[in-house]
């Protein structure tokens, strides 16, 4: 199994530019998130994810959109690349009776100039 | 007053002491607690669940304290790749499926 697998690893955007983050695992997890870590802020969610068809905002959702069209994959969308995105952005995935026992990706660190 | 609050360290410990971090919450009704464990530029990993009870895990013990709001995580016997940052993590009892991560503590063990 390869988990949770995260692309790019790395991107650089310039300001207004669009891009989605790739997410897909093949654990066959019901409950997928997004995660942005930034220093001194430790790790806060951005949308989830319960199923196929089923998402839902987390602490910090603006600028960002998600969909669930399938059970492996949860792409994240930034909608207008703005400095303030610049961040390691994590997605994880579990058991939705044990949502909170997570496995992460190795996260895409991104720069927004 | 932030949701979860831990103590960012930097802890320097040498090999085989022993350490104790502290987790502080401030919702009440938080029903679940965990502590992860995250390596340098690599992403965080589930270390142990915190029961009620408490839970052992080897060197590793981790204690919830509702009355007071805090969880803690014990490490005897710190070897020098237990140097990491560790995340208190707490489901608060809001709705929905949402997670809380603390900003971590950052301990290094030294030779």
């Known amino acids: 199994n390869a988990g949770v697998t995260q692309t790019p690893k790395f991107q650089v955007l310039k300001t207004g530019q669009s891009m989605t983050l790739q997410c897909a695992q093949d654990?066959?997890?019901?409950?997928m998130s997004w995660y942005r870590q930034d220093p001194g802020m430790g790790l806060r969610l951005i949308h989830y994810s319960v199923g196929a068809g089923i998402t839902d905002q987390g602490e910090v959702p603006n600028g960002y959109n998600v969909s669930r069209s399938t059970t492996e994959d949860f792409p994240l969308r930034l909608l207008s690349a703005a400095p303030s995105q610049t961040s390691v952005y994590f997605c994880?995935?579990?058991?939705?009776?044990?949502?909170?026992?997570?496995?992460f990706g190795p996260g895409t660190r991104l720069t927004v100039l | 007053r932030k949701e979860v609050e831990q103590d960012p360290g930097p802890f320097n410990v040498p090999e085989g002491a022993t350490v104790a971090f502290n987790c502080t919450y401030s919702n009440s009704a938080s029903q679940s607690f965990f502590w992860y464990r995250q390596d340098c530029r690599k992403e965080p990993k589930l270390l142990m669940s915190v029961y009620s009870s408490g839970n052992e895990d080897g060197r590793f013990t981790a204690q919830l304290n509702r009355a007071s709001q805090y969880i803690s995580l014990l490490i005897r016997d710190s070897k020098l790749s237990d140097s990491a940052t560790y995340l208190c993590?707490?489901?608060?009892?809001?709705?929905?499926?949402?997670?809380?991560f603390g900003a971590g503590t950052r301990l290094f063990v030294k030779a």
């Open positions: 654990m066959n997890h019901e409950y």
């Open positions: 993590v707490v489901t608060p009892n809001t709705g929905g499926f949402k997670t809380i």
């Open positions: 994880a995935s579990g058991r939705l009776a044990d949502y909170n026992e997570q496995f």
